[in-house]
């Protein structure tokens, strides 16, 4: 794609006062067009949400709990909390799944406490695999996996208390978004006291999701798995893998092996580009479902071609001029031709490999853009293309541009910002999910992470308007679309396009500090959101990004300090 609660109480106000720490931000913009971009359509102001808490103390236990994102329901016990200690305990009760979260979690507070807690295995120390007898009067942390805990997928409940916390949910996603909630619990770094509360959670949508290109630059598997990192501690649980482009081909292709030796051999600007290997690839999803994500690998088809085209030219239509490598920001306007059956054999070869190779259930074919190639012979390639993902036993993913294109029930990306909607696409988009597709709602006014902050911001683009934290924050997907319905909406995702970004810390500062808005706007109910609550908890993540090392922007409208 080219253009491609309300605060409780004075004392969360003391909280984000207090909040400091920022020696990783990019610099602070003078600008105020970031809370004032071009509103989309179906766009509806945030409801005032219910408080954060519930319960006798509520104001009192407010000021502890800065979550992002926020929970479905927090009670305050009232009363001690739990103390993290050196001789804490983590217990995982419920089998691998278990042991897998407490091993995480064990690495995680090593690196935010320094207690250096050794990983799960037989021996002893101060984590063990606890039988079923372990519980809430055990003093430590408790990890329970129990398919009858009735916390719905991917939900979780957390109670603490004096002499520990209890984890619970039905299924080892649900356990790992609470073991993120607990590391949130808990200081950036050091020790310290986990809040007397009982916290009820599961998320909103089952897709949340973010896009990475590492077509227009590459990025190397490390940095990857660095963002990765950030982006399961914010609950999300798709990375889609943006793997080819006009500028190159990221992903090795057995049989093709110019894919990689030529495709791949450079990048926007003229860089020495790169490509992952099937190890590679592994390793990635590998290290994502570890942490609970699923990755939608993508090959953009029919267009946004040409590294594949300057690879293999005889794709291209008969007469076409012979691509040469494109290192510029935009697109080629190359595309496979429609009318060749080598294409499909092409297709069907790249598409049964990425099958062999993905765990998840979703290939996304791209269609987006395809603006040299005829509707008719468009609709066709798209149809072919989504039975060719189907025969692999994958499901087809695409951007909403092939919503007429014959897919059959599909996952569409919908990312036109509503000021640049093409004529009848709504109605083409309306139709499909007649049909039986999906939406995943990634609109460029709100969710394009390769926008602007502001006007004063250096890196990314600004076609679509400037992307402030507010304008990220303040919409609602399940009206966003008038002519979609909400139980058809699957999702959110952030896309984060790199024309302009080539180094991992220009991924941080674009997706810091807008990640954690949009990934509250999938997780948390629409009745519970609110933006004078959210900036202030938001603001109170910025020293652990600063203990993580992380680049972040000091966005307008945050009450940083």
């Known amino acids: 794609m080219n253009r491609r609660a309300l605060v409780v109480g004075v004392a969360l106000v003391s909280l984000a006062t207090a909040v400091?720490?920022?020696?990783?931000?990019?610099?602070?913009?003078?600008?105020?067009?970031?809370?004032?971009?071009?509103?989309?359509?179906?766009?509806?102001?945030?409801?005032?949400?219910?408080?954060?808490?519930?319960?006798?103390?509520?104001?009192?236990?407010?000021?502890?709990?800065p979550l992002v994102p926020e929970p479905s329901e927090v009670t305050a016990l009232g009363?001690?909390?739990?103390?993290?200690?050196a001789r804490s305990v983590i217990r995982a009760d419920g089998g691998p799944a278990a042991a897998g979260v407490a091993g995480l979690l064990a690495a995680e507070l090593d690196a935010s406490t320094g207690y250096r807690l050794p990983p799960p295995d037989t021996g002893a120390g101060s984590l063990s695999v606890a039988g079923a007898g372990a519980g809430a009067g055990d003093d430590?942390?408790?990890?329970?996996?129990?398919?009858?805990?009735?916390?719905?997928?991917?939900?979780?409940?957390?109670?603490?208390?004096?002499d520990g916390v209890v984890v619970t949910a039905a299924d080892g996603a649900g356990l790992f978004h609470g073991a993120q909630t607990l590391r949130q619990l808990l200081p950036a770094r050091g020790a310290g006291t986990v809040a007397a509360v009982r916290i009820?959670?599961?998320?909103?949508?089952p897709v949340r999701s973010v896009e990475l290109d590492v077509a227009r630059h590459f990025f190397p598997v490390p940095v990857v798995e660095r963002i990765i990192d950030l982006l399961a501690e914010y609950k999300i649980n798709y990375l889609h893998l943006h793997l080819t482009d006009d500028q190159g081909w990221r992903i090795e292709i057995p049989g093709l092996p110019r894919l990689t030796g030529i495709g791949a051999a450079t990048e926007v600007g003229g860089g020495p580009g790169?490509?992952?290997?099937?190890?590679?690839?592994?390793?990635?999803?590998?290290?994502?479902a570890?942490?609970?994500?699923?990755?939608?690998?993508?090959?953009?088809?029919?267009?946004?071609?040409?590294?594949?085209?300057?690879?293999?030219p005889d794709l291209a239509c008969a007469g076409a001029a012979r691509p040469r490598p494109y290192t510029g920001i935009g697109g080629a306007e190359d595309s496979l031709c429609a009318d060749k059956p080598e294409v499909y054999a092409f297709v069907d070869q790249v598409v049964g490999a990425l099958a062999a190779m993905t765990p998840g259930?979703?290939?996304?074919?791209?269609?987006?853009?395809?603006?040299?190639?005829?509707?008719?012979?468009?609709?066709?390639?798209?149809a072919r293309a989504a039975a060719i993902v189907r025969a692999h036993?994958?499901?087809?993913?695409?951007?909403?541009?092939?919503?007429?294109g014959g897919l059959g029930p599909a996952l569409l990306g919908a990312w036109h910002p509503a000021s640049q909607v093409p004529a009848g696409l709504a109605s083409r988009l309306a139709a499909a999910v007649r049909g039986g597709s999906q939406v995943l709602l990634e609109p460029a006014e709100h969710a394009y992470l390769d926008q602007k902050y502001d006007r004063q911001t250096g890196l990314g683009m600004s076609w679509a308007g400037y992307v402030g934290v507010p304008q990220a924050y303040d919409w609602d997907p399940g009206t966003f679309l008038r002519d979609v319905p909400a139980d058809s909406v699957a999702g959110v995702e952030a896309a984060l396009w790199t024309e302009t970004l080539s180094t991992p810390q220009d991924l941080e500062s674009m997706l810091l500090p807008r990640l954690p808005a949009l990934a509250e706007v999938g997780w948390t109910p629409q009745r519970s959101r609110d933006w004078s609550s959210f900036r202030l908890r938001l603001a109170a993540q910025a020293p652990r990004w600063d203990a993580q090392g992380l680049d972040w922007t000091r966005a307008d409208g945050v009450p940083w300090r």
């Open 274 to 288: 790169g490509s992952y290997t099937d190890a590679d690839y592994r390793a990635i999803t590998a290290y994502a």
């Open 140 to 162: 430590g942390v408790t990890l329970r996996l129990d398919p009858a805990a009735g916390t719905g997928p991917e939900g979780y409940s957390l109670v603490s208390g004096p």
């Open 200 to 205: 009820t959670d599961r998320p909103r949508y």
């Open 20 to 65: 400091s720490g920022c020696g990783s931000s990019r610099p602070a913009s003078v600008s105020s067009d970031s809370a004032t971009a071009t509103p989309g359509a179906g766009r509806v102001a945030a409801a005032p949400g219910p408080p954060l808490l519930s319960g006798p103390a509520a104001a009192a236990a407010g000021a502890a709990l």
């Open 79 to 85: 009363g001690a909390g739990y103390r993290l200690t």
């Open 393 to 404: 036993g994958k499901q087809p993913m695409a951007w909403e541009d092939a919503a007429a």
């Open 290 to 312: 570890a942490r609970y994500l699923t990755v939608v690998p993508e090959v953009d088809l029919p267009a946004h071609t040409n590294a594949a085209l300057t690879a293999y």
């Open 361 to 382: 259930r979703y290939i996304d074919i791209g269609g987006d853009e395809a603006f040299g190639v005829s509707d008719e012979a468009y609709d066709a390639f798209m």
